[in-house]
């Protein structure tokens, strides 16, 4: 877990909230730590990688996921991307998508990418989690779990009276930050595993 900050104070205010770092990192320590926890997590299966990025490009909150799709396109990234902002996926057509890729490929090793909701300090923390989750859970969606290992995000605070204005509201500066962050951590992860 990572959170990426904008100045110093909301910085220190992250850290003494969460314990898992004791001293103060750079951003390319961080981007360089998660990348070689993905590429384990990438390394340790044999079955076909497909990156799963969730979400729309109709709300700033939920379109990290159509980023970092976008982004991964972009660098001609060895593996299959489904979501981008070009064909974005999303709660209308997820499971038709789940669907299409079960019947191209042969039991996938799916890793998934969302934003999500959280703390308003831990706004920018980004997770790299192995198993599935759940897309669209704070809203409240029914929809399949999905992926093998997930990287999400806190792009906004969680107002539990209206999580859709959270994600709604969110500004594209973080969005884009993050996805920029999360696409850097991906490609050193694959092209590491390629060597």
């Known amino acids: ?114 934003a999500c909701l959280g703390d308003e300090s831990k706004i920018g923390t980004i997770f790299i989690v192995e198993g599935a989750f759940i897309p669209g859970k704070a809203l409240k969606k029914d929809l399949p779990s999905v992926g093998d290992c997930h990287l999400k995000a806190i792009v906004n605070y969680f107002d539990p009276l209206s999580p859709v204005q959270s994600l709604n509201s969110t500004r594209l500066y973080t969005v884009i930050k993050i996805a920029d962050i999360m696409s850097k951590i991906i490609t050193r992860a694959i092209y590491n595993k390629l060597k």
Not at 12 to 18: F, G, I, L, P, T
Not at 92 to 112: A, R, W
Request: proline share 5%.
């Open 1 to 114: 877990m990572w959170p990426f900050k904008k100045n110093n104070e909301e910085k220190r205010r992250v850290e003494r909230s969460n314990k898992t770092f004791t001293r103060e990192t750079s951003e390319e320590e961080e981007i360089a730590k998660m990348a070689n926890k993905l590429k384990e997590i990438i390394a340790n299966t044999s079955k076909e990688i497909i990156f799963l990025c969730i979400g729309s490009d109709r709300s700033t909150g939920d379109s990290l996921g159509p980023l970092v799709g976008t982004i991964l396109k972009d660098k001609n990234t060895p593996f299959p991307i489904y979501g981008t902002l070009q064909a974005p996926v999303h709660a209308l057509n997820i499971k038709k998508v789940l669907k299409e890729i079960h019947d191209t490929f042969e039991d996938p090793f799916i890793i998934g990418i969302d």
